[in-house]
Every structure is written in C-alpha cells, then in structure tokens.
C-alpha cells in the first residue's frame, strides 16, 4: 500500500510563475491536510480538505493560495506569482476518516515539496 | 493558544547510548494529544510515538518511550540503544480535543555518531 505520495519532490519557479504541488493520499483516505515549514521551524497547518470540499482553509493567505481535492485525481496546492517569501517545503497528510472521529490518529504524511522561488 | 516549545536545536550522542529529546507545551484543554514525528534527510515526516493525555501510562514503541508529565505540561521522548538510522530531526507536536490542526515544535536535531 503506497503512502501519501508527494510530486514533484523539488520545484523552482522564478518570482512571478505558478507554483503547482500534488499530493495522492494514502488508497482509502479522504481527507488531506496541507501544511507548510519554513527553515529552522516546525510544520504549520494550512489547508483541510476533503472530496470535493474545503474544510477549513484558516491557515492559508488569503491571495494567491488556493488548494482542490477533486473527486477524482490528487490534491492540489496551487500558489499564484510565486515570492521568496514563499520558499518552504509543503507537505501533505491524509488519514482515513474523519479527525473527529479518530483525534489520536497521527496522520500519514508524504515526502513533502520543497519549492524554491528564484 | 496552544503552543509547543523543544529547546534543544541539536544534540549528538554515540551509538548505543540513551538520549532523551525535551517537549514543552501550553494548553488550556483537559484532554489532547502529544506526539513525536522523525524527520531523517529523506525529509519524510515519520510517526515515531503518539500518546493521549488521558492515560497516565507513558507509551513505549520498542526502543522508543516518552516520559508524560501532565502537570508539567512535559512530553520527553527517550531514544535507548540510539543506532546511527536514528539520525534525523526529531519534532514534537499537539493536538488538541477540540481541533484537528497539529501544533508543531522547532525540532531538534540529532545525531548519532559512530
């Protein structure tokens, strides 16, 4: 059974580009969560989504970040005109139900990307 | 707010020795949820322990306890016999009853040496 799977692995864009990350949870998992690290500190929530739905985007700017997890085909985070500021590594979790349903669950999460904006 | 707090940014021990990994956390909730995440260079973020605050028992995962004190708000994570595939960094992070969002410490760099 693949784990969350993570592409691509690195991204640069040049300021101004679109940044595009893909995230495929774990085979049976509905629910995905994106966070960000900046260097130096740990991982900070931005996005819960599950098929078709946006939970909660509370941790998310409000411009140029957008997040989809259609019905079929992965997860996107999408960051339009990318900034240095904007430089980190993403991850993505899933888990397979609800988080209020299981609030031990730990989260299964991918390899991250790590986007560069030059 | 809820905030987590690892004030070690690296430590460094010999293989086989016992190194213990402090976590530090403020919350006003009764009931939440502590883990610890490893983070080796492959960048995979990996479960290594999770433990609930309702049990009074510390959670061990084979050579991995945690030391759990509730009134402290302390969550140390105890590495025994440390091999050199230990090397990684190592994170602490919460979740609280009420939320799903995990809060999440610095990290804490360790090295394993030969």
């Known amino acids: 059974n693949a784990g969350v799977m993570q592409n691509p692995r690195h991204l640069v864009r040049r300021r101004g580009q679109e940044a595009r990350l893909r995230c495929s949870p774990m085979k049976g998992h509905s629910h995905v969560y994106w966070y960000r690290q900046l260097p130096e500190e740990g991982l900070k929530f931005m996005v819960y989504?599950?098929?078709?739905?946006?939970?909660?985007e509370s941790g998310m700017p409000k411009e140029r970040f957008s997040a989809e997890f259609p019905k079929e085909g992965p997860s996107i985070l999408r960051i339009q005109q990318v900034v240095r500021g904007d430089s980190a590594a993403y991850f993505c979790?899933?888990?397979?139900?609800?988080?209020?349903?299981?609030?031990?669950?730990?989260?299964?999460f991918g390899s991250g990307t790590r986007l560069t904006v030059v | 707010a809820q905030t987590v707090t690892q004030s070690q940014p690296e430590m460094s021990v010999q293989e086989a020795e016992t190194v213990t990994l402090s976590c530090t956390y403020d919350t006003s909730e009764n009931n939440y949820y502590l883990f610890w995440y490893k983070q080796p260079p492959s960048r995979q973020m990996i479960l290594v322990i999770r433990q609930e605050a309702y049990k009074q028992q510390n959670a061990t995962e084979n050579r991995f306890s945690v030391n759990f004190q509730k009134a402290a708000k302390s969550f140390s994570l105890k590495i025994s016999d440390s091999q050199l595939g230990d090397t990684a960094m190592y994170f602490c992070a919460f979740r609280g009853d009420s939320n799903y969002q995990l809060i999440w410490g610095a990290g804490t760099k360790l090295i394993i040496k030969p």
């Open positions: 989504l599950q098929k078709e739905n946006i939970i909660d």
């Open positions: 979790a899933s888990s397979p139900v609800s988080p209020f349903s299981d609030r031990g669950y730990g989260y299964t």
